[in-house]
């Protein structure tokens, strides 16, 4: 791994290296990422993960490691720096001034402590009591030179977090801003911008690609860990919202700023964008006559009046005034763009579970973007566990941009890369294999003669199923659902099957806190759904059963999915295969991941649905997974469980 991505830097052909679990594919990159730095002290290399907790890693973990080594070997010592979305510093103005739209919540330390001191048990108390520790930590940091990052807070919800963190549209900017020579964010960005090595996450790289470079420092190579999970993060960072609650929340906010007549028109668009809401169907919005369209079109009239008002010269300098009309203008984009009814973006209606309808876009593709914007102008080596699906890298080649005929895994190329869609981007795909021995360590029981899974969701057999496995192992289950109301009745049918065993659900309490208690009890076990699939790292004893209750395929009326199959169709292809079967796939591969992490792990993977054998696209599902030894007789699994169990309880 290490020389193919050594190889990439020097020939500019991108590179996208499959590595396995326990590869140690965090070093395999930084190895020649940092060699290449002490050779070629100009250039700069971007890292960029799709979480939080592996930025973390690298800062405290591997980059020293590696710069301890790199320092022994070349006697030189590359620089780095951590880079994060705004909204993960506290902002010096709303620490200090407390200016931002919860005034209720935003209001001076003096007044914090006496609601706190008047009524210690309400809710605004314990959220004034946060805010009150936030401020005086950011004030901390502020005095010794820190940079007030969210990962060294102290212990805070959500809704605290936003009273000391600033949205980046209603940031006043370093040279309006009266805190701008000390701001943590600017901090940050300076410290990357003299940094040879800066880590930052998959949604800064999209909102750099999307704006033209102005997110990161300029680099001349960039590394995305956790590829796999690329094409979601950056179509989250291009997707947006737009809900009667937030308009009228922005419009009572921004009614002190306004005409009284530009008031009542913004919020009445939010009236009538709830009506035209309510009526229009759970789906694509394709017809420019329609009623929510129009009402998209009168919140764009509506706000495009308010912002014009609101930037009028010599009234533009109050703080609280320029953030209202940042606020007011990000509505007026939203609906202009939702108006608009792009070929190249899905604008479709949801229904929230607590706040009712809301209208979301977000891109048809990433592909174009990534094309043009990554890998037509610097070097891009992309890694993660789950790169070949169906046993091929293709398909995530395509989702990113990358041609299959420009596949390359021969020859080293020229130098450079223009951006011109007619130009060749040359590419290898690379698989440096796992240290498991996956068909020793593991087996994968098909469930096959289980009927096909329904819309009524668990059926008496699958829930006998589960219980009889979960019993074979022991506990020691890490279940797998593909929806929440699942994973709740198999939880409520194995309590009550194996009353003795613990069964941890998610929901019943912070994830964080149920991962704790699963691995600290060798016999417990978790059911949950998609944040479980990818992101429960538990090695040994405590996880040798792994229960998928179906193939995970996105909602059938998933209005994005349907759109993105409907696209690839018309351009000849195969829309199922290509979406929802790669969707499948991928968390298929990510799931069954999550048996072996160490070489001595032994466990089974069961799949609870028959079609993974019986089904034409099973084959490609499989090979996307783990090559573990395959059996769909129940007493096998049962029988492999039983003897796993038997030494741990003795």
Request: hydrophobic letters at 40%.
């Amino acid at each position: 791994m290490a020389d193919a991505i050594a190889e990439s830097f020097e020939t500019g052909r991108h590179l996208l290296v499959q590595a396995g679990t326990g590869t140690g594919k965090s070093l395999g990159y930084l190895a020649p990422a940092l060699v290449h730095l002490t050779r070629r002290p100009r250039d700069r290399i971007v890292i960029a993960t799709a979480t939080l907790a592996l930025q973390s890693q690298l800062a405290t973990n591997d980059i020293p490691a590696a710069l301890d080594a790199v320092q022994k070997v070349t006697g030189r010592r590359p620089s780095h720096a951590i880079l994060k979305g705004r909204t993960n510093y506290a902002c010096q103005l709303r620490v200090h001034d407390g200016v931002g739209e919860d005034q209720a919540t935003l209001i001076g330390a003096d007044e914090l402590v006496e609601t706190i001191r008047s009524a210690p048990q309400s809710a605004e108390s314990a959220l004034g009591a946060e805010v009150l520790a936030l401020r005086q930590w950011a004030e901390q940091q502020d005095a010794s030179g820190g940079m007030a990052d969210r990962d060294d807070a102290p212990s805070h919800t959500e809704r605290g977090w936003q009273q000391v963190s600033i949205p980046v549209r209603e940031c006043l900017g370093v040279q309006r801003c009266p805190y701008g020579d000390s701001c943590f964010v600017e901090k940050s960005r300076e410290k990357a911008r003299a940094a040879d090595l800066v880590v930052t996450n998959h949604a800064l790289l999209a909102i750099d690609a999307l704006h033209g470079g102005t997110a990161l420092p300029e680099h001349t190579m960039v590394i995305i860990d956790e590829a796999h999970e690329l094409v979601s993060r950056i179509t989250g960072a291009a997707s947006a919202e737009l809900s009667p609650q937030l308009v009228e929340r922005v419009g009572r906010r921004a009614m002190a700023h306004l005409d009284d007549e530009t008031a009542l028109e913004l919020l009445e668009s939010a009236e009538a964008l709830r009506g035209a809401l309510d009526q229009a169907p759970l789906e694509r919005i394709e017809d420019a006559d329609s009623a929510v369209v129009q009402a998209f079109e009168s919140m764009r009239n509506a706000t495009r009046q308010a912002v014009s008002e609101m930037g009028k010269e010599g009234q533009g300098e109050d703080p609280e005034r320029r953030q209202a009309a940042a606020a007011v203008k990000e509505i007026f984009d939203v609906a202009e763009r939702m108006a608009a009814l792009k070929p190249h973006d899905v604008t479709w209606v949801v229904e929230r579970e607590r706040f009712g309808r809301e209208a979301k876009v977000a891109p048809l593709s990433v592909a174009g973007l990534m094309r043009d914007r990554v890998f037509a102008e610097r070097t891009t080596v992309l890694t993660s566990a789950t790169l070949q699906l169906g046993g091929d890298f293709n398909t995530v080649a395509a989702s990113v941009g990358l041609r299959a005929a420009e596949r390359d895994d021969t020859s080293p190329v020229e130098d450079g890369h223009e951006s011109s869609d007619d130009q060749r981007i040359p590419w290898r795909g690379l698989d440096v294999g796992s240290p498991f021995d996956y068909r020793r360590q593991g087996i994968l029981y098909v469930a096959r003669t289980m009927p096909p899974p329904g819309r009524d969701g668990l059926s008496d057999v699958a829930m006998t199923e589960i219980a009889e496995l979960v019993w074979a192992a022991g506990g020691r289950t890490l279940g797998l659902f593909s929806s929440r109301r699942a994973a709740e009745a198999a939880a409520i049918h194995v309590r009550r099957q194996l009353p003795k065993m613990t069964i941890l659900c998610q929901g019943d309490a912070q994830l964080s806190e149920l991962t704790r208690r699963f691995i600290a009890d060798e016999q417990a076990s978790l059911f949950g759904t998609l944040s479980l699939w990818q992101g429960v790292d538990v090695p040994g004893a405590t996880c040798q059963l792994v229960i998928i209750d179906r193939i995970p395929f996105p909602r059938p009326d998933e209005p994005l999915m349907l759109a993105r199959q409907r696209a690839v169709a018309e351009a000849g292809g195969n829309g199922f295969m290509a979406v929802a079967a790669t969707h499948a796939a991928l968390l298929l591969a990510q799931g069954s991941g999550r048996l072996i992490r160490r070489v001595s792990d032994r466990g089974v993977v069961a799949v609870l649905d028959p079609r993974l054998v019986t089904a034409r696209y099973g084959s490609f599902l499989k090979a996307s997974m783990p090559d573990m030894w395959e059996t769909i007789d129940r007493e096998v699994a049962v029988g492999a469980l039983r003897r796993l169990s038997e030494p741990a309880a003795t």
